[in-house]
């Protein structure tokens, strides 16, 4: 089994860490996902290092607790860290690390869009993209992903057919498998052991990860959130309630002031 290297960026000097997981993604945006949370943080005086969940694939096929526990390896050296987020498969990634010795060292936990437990339209539908990327039809596989990280009802934009994204066959793998991770996930153990503070938050009307994904069971340290209007992209479509939300559980207070 080949290993490739982390990649990562990092945003800020803060003595406080706040680590981040992407979700799936044909090709690494640098930690795009997250800017409407990163500078916020860096203004709070953290530390912001957000990974490329899937710059850790593996050569062949590999199963989800497999890949978690590689990426507990790589983030136990980190030691303390106040924060961690993830969306999508990093939200589900987070919460597969909680279980290990990573869990120990982390305060608080957020979550984007994040399926804690798979049922069959998720695994439905992610299985329809990762059949498309593994034989090779990337534009299909993106054309879906761009509509169901819509709300419900909205009508994606017309895609144009990126040439650079047909070729590569590295964009396929990483959405093939980065997919594939997800079947049949099941993370809700691992979430109920856990005493530490966790926010998941999604969108009401996503048509990937949906309130039944979101299973844990609340407490008053797990809680999760629903956005209303809101697709997969909570960040975009209501980033003022996932702002105040933050404030409210985990007591970090991201709103922009002048």
């Known amino acids: 089994m080949n290993i490739n290297a982390p990649v990562h960026v990092q ?12 979700p ?5 945006d640098e930690g795009q996902f997250f800017a409407p949370l990163t500078q916020s943080l860096v203004d ?12 850790l694939l593996a050569e062949d096929d590999e199963d989800f607790a497999s890949f978690t526990r590689r990426w507990a390896a790589v983030l136990e050296p980190l030691g303390s860290i106040a924060l961690i987020a993830g969306s999508a498969l990093g939200g589900a990634v987070v919460q597969g690390l909680l279980a290990t010795p990573v869990g120990q060292q982390v305060a608080q936990a957020l979550l984007i869009s994040s399926p ?3 049922d069959s339209v998720l695994d439905r539908r992610l299985g329809a993209m990762a059949e498309l990327a593994s034989a090779g039809d990337v534009d299909t596989a993106l054309m879906l992903l761009d509509q169901w ?3 419900a009802r909205v009508k994606p934009p017309v895609r144009q057919p990126d040439q650079a994204a047909t070729v590569d066959a590295l964009a396929g793998r990483r959405l ?3 997919f594939r991770l997800l079947s049949k996930l099941n993370v809700e153990p691992q979430v109920a052991a856990w005493s530490g503070r966790l926010l998941s938050i999604f969108g009401e009307d996503s ?8 299973s844990f069971k609340q407490s008053p340290q797990h809680q999760s959130v629903s956005v209303p209007g809101a697709g997969m992209r909570p960040l975009l479509d209501d980033l003022a309630r996932v702002r105040a939300s933050v404030r409210t559980h985990l007591g970090i207070d991201l709103e922009a002031h002048a």
């Open 149 to 151: 990280v819509l709300p």
């Open 11 to 22: 945003f800020g000097l803060g003595p406080e860490l706040v680590v981040v997981m992407s």
């Open 44 to 55: 709070k005086g953290y530390r912001v290092i957000i990974f490329d969940t899937l710059s």
């Open 24 to 28: 799936v993604m044909p090709a690494w």
């Open 176 to 178: 093939d498998q980065g």
């Open 207 to 214: 048509q990937l990860v949906r309130a039944t994904n979101v």
């Open 116 to 118: 804690t437990k798979a």
